[in-house]
């Protein structure tokens, strides 16, 4: 399978959940989903590397997940972490 070919098939079975403002943000997300479980694709823009600030979107990160994972990603990203584990 070519690289654009596989970039499409990537971009169908992804899509974006959340788009962070910054890596930091990003990282954080990444690892929440991650630890539950869920994929994660990071989609960084080559400005955020220039410029570390988000302006009108110029900087942000897209963070994609599978896409009959999605709403399960919304739901760890909407629900704040306890501090007991619980």
Do not use: C, Y
Not at 4 to 23: C, I, K, L, M, Y
Not at 32 to 50: M, N
Not at 53 to 79: F, N, S, W, Y
Request: proline fraction near 7%; avoid cysteine; charge should be negative.
């Amino acid at each position: 399978m070519s690289e654009p070919e596989r970039s499409e098939e990537w971009a169908n079975d992804f899509q974006v959940v959340h788009t962070a403002n910054g890596e930091a943000e990003a990282h954080g997300i990444r690892a929440t989903l991650e630890a539950a479980g869920v994929p994660v694709r990071v989609k960084v823009q080559a400005a955020t590397k220039l410029f570390p600030v988000t302006v009108d979107g110029l900087g942000a990160v897209k963070i994609l997940v599978p896409r009959d994972r999605l709403e399960e990603a919304r739901e760890i990203i909407e629900t704040p972490a306890s501090p007991t584990g619980s």
